[in-house]
T-cell receptor, first 111, second 112 residues
Framework: QQKVQQSPESLIVPEGGMASLNCTFSDRNSQYFWWYRQHSGEGPKALMSIFSNGDKKEGRFTAHLNKASLYVSLHIKDSQPSDSALYFCAVSMDYAQGLTFGLGTRVSVFP | GGIITQTPKFLIGQEGQKLTLKCQQNFNHDTMYWYRQDSGKGLRLIYYSITENDLQKGDLSEGYDASREKKSSFSLTVTSAQKNEMAVFLC???????????FGSGTRLLVI
């Protein structure tokens, strides 16, 4: 059974700083990887997906995937107070079968 | 743009009661999911449905039933609520083909 682990559990970042979130997964057959963000009282929203090894950049967000090392990460550049949220790593082997989520990293950005 | 609506937003039930949660989406998405979110435990998959009338069990299906009678709706039944149970149930939909999930804002359940 797939295990997805995230670190750190929580992160405090100054406004304008860099936040780095880590995620490891257990099944080498995993193919699809997402980062979701959840603000308090809302459902999670997809932030970005990454399916190939290497880096993928979207605005201030960069995801990195290394399937051989069973590792995916998310970096948030120039962090804003609105980035304060719970961030989930989500992994799937087959897109139809449901994502397996990690426990999340809580990011707090202070002005 | 579309929307995914979960009802009710809050649900207080009694121990042993059968409780039904509803989810509607107007994206015309094929696949729908039910997840449970507990504090400190992330999201765990209860049931999913690839198309109308299809049902697939997730890792947490015991104690739940699901129904997908129409493409646009997916309901979840807690067959016997457990005392002191407190969780958020999240519904999501996806067009498939490795696309993002769109989540509803959740139903918050408290069992007394």
């Amino acid at each position: 059974q797939q295990k997805v682990q995230q670190s750190p559990e929580s992160l405090i970042v100054p406004e304008g700083g860099m936040a780095s979130l880590n995620c490891t997964f257990s099944d080498r057959n995993s193919q699809y990887f997402w980062w979701y963000r959840q603000h308090s009282g809302e459902g999670p929203k997809a932030l970005m997906s990454i399916f190939s090894n290497g880096d993928k950049k979207e605005g201030r967000f960069t995801a990195h995937l290394n399937k051989a090392s069973l590792y995916v990460s998310l970096h948030i550049k120039d962090s804003q107070p609105s980035d304060s949220a719970l961030y989930f790593c989500a992994v799937s082997m087959d897109y139809a079968q449901g994502l397996t989520f990690g426990l999340g990293t809580r990011v707090s950005v202070f002005p | 743009g579309g929307i995914i609506t979960q009802t009710p937003k809050f649900l207080i039930g009694q121990e042993g009661q059968k409780l039904t949660l509803k989810c509607q989406q107007n994206f015309n998405h094929d696949t729908m999911y039910w997840y449970r979110q507990d504090s400190g435990k992330g999201l765990r998959l209860i049931y999913y449905s690839i198309t109308e009338n299809d049902l697939q069990k997730g890792d947490l299906s015991e104690g739940y039933d699901a129904s997908r009678e129409k493409k646009s709706s997916f309901s979840l039944t807690v067959t016997s609520a457990q005392k002191n149970e407190m969780a958020v149930f999240l519904c999501a939909s996806s067009p498939g083909q490795a696309s993002d999930y769109t989540f509803g804002s959740g139903t918050r359940l408290l069992v007394i």
